[in-house]
């Protein structure tokens, strides 16, 4: 995410403003109890870590929760 920025003429400054405004709607959607799609929940996560990864922000003090996906009960016919 980094290196396609810088690749595509992005400061450094505009794609940590970039990643926070996506962990923003994010977190505003979950708030909202809105769908978050796959892509984006991907786009979200990779925001993340580059963020993260510039030390931007701590590591320690996120927490990763990972939802489960709720099992299909097969119908006993």
Do not use: P
Not at 8 to 15: L, S, V
Request: charged share 35%.
């Amino acid at each position: 995410m980094i290196v396609d920025g810088l690749r595509d003429g992005k400061t450094m400054k505009q794609i940590i403003t970039g990643c926070h405004t996506l962990c923003d709607v994010v977190y505003s959607k979950k708030l909202r109890k809105d769908k978050i799609s796959s892509e984006t929940h991907q786009y979200f996560w990779a925001s993340m870590l580059a963020l993260i990864k510039m030390n931007m922000i701590d590591e320690e003090e996120y927490t990763l929760r990972c939802g489960r996906k709720k099992r299909k009960k097969k119908k006993l016919v």
